[in-house]
């Protein structure tokens, strides 16, 4: 079916470069890590998602997410042009095929900044895909950080937490594990770990 399609032609196109996946529970600082990590490394590429979800104050279309409704979302799915997907607090998030496919046929780097369950379906797709599991110090920090952002309510950051619970006991199934204590430090890991693997 057209699914199998797709996938079968990014498989092709992995064999010309490599796919990398950040994931971990929300809140843990995987966005911050990348920006980071890419003011002194910017010729690693980070994917831009597709959502449901509203835009957040600060946030830019094309630059954050592309954001659409959720038919529209559904029907890019029917049409195979989403790579993987999940609902994530009532919202869909994927990765548009477009984002990826060009960009590893031409040798680039392309790095996902995902959720769990959709890294677990990368994982499965691409086992040759170098998957890293970005853990918080502790819950308690990652509590604090969702609060911080003043931007949930209290009954999305509970909902965050409890996923964010069970999404952690599934950190060894990923390639490597990293916890962000130090953004500095951590930025600077995260790129030696996709050089690393790039010379591998
Ligand atoms: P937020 O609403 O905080 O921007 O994102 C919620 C969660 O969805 C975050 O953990 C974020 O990394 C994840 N996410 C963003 N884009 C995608 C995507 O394309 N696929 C998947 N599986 N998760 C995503």
Do not use: W
Not at 59 to 66: F, L
Not at 150 to 164: N, Y
Request: hydrophobic share 30%; with cysteine.
């Amino acid at each position: 079916d057209n699914k199998k399609k797709v996938l079968k032609g990014v498989n092709a196109e992995m064999e010309q470069g490599k796919l990398y996946a950040i994931l971990g529970p929300s809140g843990c600082g995987k966005d911050t890590v990348v920006k980071t990590m890419r003011e002194k490394h910017p010729e690693i590429e980070v994917s831009v998602s597709a959502t449901s979800r509203a835009i957040r104050e600060g946030e830019a279309e094309g630059v954050n997410y592309y954001y659409m409704t959720r038919e529209t979302f559904q029907q890019k799915v029917q049409a195979g042009e989403i790579l993987e997907y999940t609902q994530y607090n009532g919202n869909l998030y994927g990765t548009p095929k477009h984002e990826v496919d060009t960009r590893i046929a031409q040798g680039r780097t392309v790095i996902l900044v995902i959720e769990v369950e959709g890294a677990g379906n990368i994982r499965k797709l691409y086992p040759e895909a170098l998957t890293i599991f970005l853990l918080p110090p502790s819950m308690e920090e990652l509590e604090n950080r969702l609060r911080s952002r003043g931007t949930e309510s209290e009954e999305a950051i509970q909902g965050r937490m409890a996923t964010a619970r069970r999404e952690v006991e599934q950190a060894p199934l990923y390639t490597a594990t990293l916890v962000n204590d130090d953004l500095e430090t951590c930025a600077e890991k995260l790129y030696q770990m996709i050089r690393e693997y790039q010379k591998g």
